[in-house]
Nanobody, 125 residues
């Protein structure tokens, strides 16, 4: 069973920054990871996709590409999402997702096999 644990969420004022972290239980470095978010009453949406360790490819939605960055953390099993210039409509539960081995770049929820429990981000105006 793959376990993903998110952290780093919390309250932040509009215009502020936040760094989210996701740690996986996977021991292989050949897996892709992604961040999704879901606001109350809305569908879960993709925020960022990063390819396996050793491949630097990423994917972002056009609406967020100027304000977020996904990267691998210092540890092989860690992924980080840096969010800048946060807005109230960024308020959501943020989820980490993973797939073993490489895959086509995707921000669709049905493309991902493993999910974390989420970390709440609340941006105040």
């Amino acid at each position: 069973q793959v376990r993903l644990v998110e952290s780093g969420g919390g309250p932040v004022p509009a215009g502020g920054s936040l760094t989210l972290s996701c740690v996986s239980s996977l021991t292989t470095k050949y897996y892709c990871m992604a961040w999704f978010r879901q606001a109350p009453g809305k569908e879960r949406e993709g925020v960022a996709h990063i390819d396996t360790v050793g491949v630097s490819g990423t994917l972002y939605p056009n609406t967020l590409i100027d304000r977020i960055a996904i990267s691998r953390g210092n540890a092989t099993n860690e992924m980080v999402l840096q969010m800048n210039n946060l807005r109230p409509d960024d308020t959501a539960m943020y989820y980490c997702a993973a797939n073993v081995d490489r895959m086509s770049y995707s921000l669709r929820t049905d493309s991902w096999s493993y999910w974390g429990q989420g970390t709440q981000v609340t941006v105040s105006s």
